[in-house]
């Protein structure tokens, strides 16, 4: 039970570590790409604020991992992250972009009936219709709201770039405050939420940030499009609000979802702005094969 048990923490380090390092890109990247910090302190920033997120709501998230997997056993966790980081690392290999939130969703949801365990079928729908919904709330408030920013032209335009730049290193963090409270929650859920776990969370948080995170953030701050401080400040609230809106209903969501479509509104909300549509079909494409191929394997293991 013993060794078990801390086979459990190390698989939570594990996926945390991976989540960070592959999510900083999201939270911070609009930010970094705007210039407005260095890759450095964006990604103490960002591991700042998962780490926070985690330990303030994060506890939240074990209500969705009790209602897709009633009484799940110590072997049953284990299972669950392990199958989840092999698909997510072997998604990456492949470079295919893969949330591990949307996959432990649908791994457990497999593992539940196939273990004949009772399924909350309308809370599933909930989680499904929010993954569908919320990208097309994120597009269209990002589209709309850059428009409105950038209609009038500030008095004093330098002031107007200053008070830009603290609201992103704010919204920077609070990015990665939502993504700790929901996307971390919820790994650390599935192995069960208690001190060890988290211990080991926060600290995986800042190796993955520090060692595997620098290299992704360009991935949205750079193969989109060059951003203006707008345009990151527009995809930073966007995300912050429609994300913490799922944590607080214990609803997982992945902040890849509302980042990458409120970076591509922003974009098309340009007339005579190129955008490059092939990284975000891409992450579009992991939202859908991480859910269902979880799904056919959590089936196949339980």
């Known amino acids: 039970m013993l060794l078990l048990s801390v086979g459990l923490v190390v698989l939570i380090f ?53 209602i897709l997997l009633p009484a799940a056993s110590l072997v049953l966790r284990a299972e669950a992250l ?27 949801a497999g593992l539940s009936i196939a273990g004949d365990s009772p399924l909350n079928g309308l809370f599933v729908g909930e989680v499904v219709l929010t993954w569908v919904v919320v990208p097309l709330i994120a597009f269209a408030v990002a589209f709309f709201l850059i428009r409105f920013l950038n209609r009038s032209w500030p ?12 609201l992103l290193i704010v919204l920077s963090f609070s990015t990665a405050y939502v993504t700790g409270a929901n996307t971390l929650g919820m790994i650390v859920a599935t192995g069960g939420f208690d ?23 360009r991935r949205v701050s750079q193969e989109f499009f060059l951003m203006r401080y707008a345009n990151a400040a527009t995809t930073l609230i966007t995300s912050t609000v429609l994300v913490e809106l799922a944590t607080v209903f214990n609803i997982p969501l992945s902040i ?33 094969i991480a859910p269902l191929l979880s799904f056919a394997i959590g089936l196949l293991i339980g």
């Open 155 to 166: 008095a004093n335009f330098w002031h107007r770039l200053q008070e830009y730049k603290v």
């Open 82 to 108: 392990l199958v989840a980081i092999i698909v997510f690392v072997v998604a990456y290999r492949l470079r295919v972009p893969m949330s591990l939130n949307m996959s432990l969703v649908g791994l457990l």
């Open 14 to 66: 594990l996926a945390v570590m991976l989540v960070a390092g592959n999510n900083l890109s999201a939270c911070v990247g609009p930010t970094v790409g705007s210039r407005i910090v260095t890759k450095r302190f964006g990604t103490l920033l960002g591991a700042a604020g998962f780490s926070v997120g985690l330990l303030v709501q994060g506890s939240g998230m074990t209500r969705s991992v009790g």
């Open 195 to 217: 001190s060890a776990a988290v211990l080991a969370a926060v600290a995986a948080i800042f190796v993955g940030s520090f060692f595997l995170g620098e290299g992704a953030i």
């Open 256 to 288: 890849t979802q509302t980042t990458s479509v409120a970076v591509f509104g922003t974009g098309v909300s340009y007339k005579t702005k190129l955008v490059s549509v092939k990284p975000f079909l891409k992450v579009v494409a992991g939202w859908v």
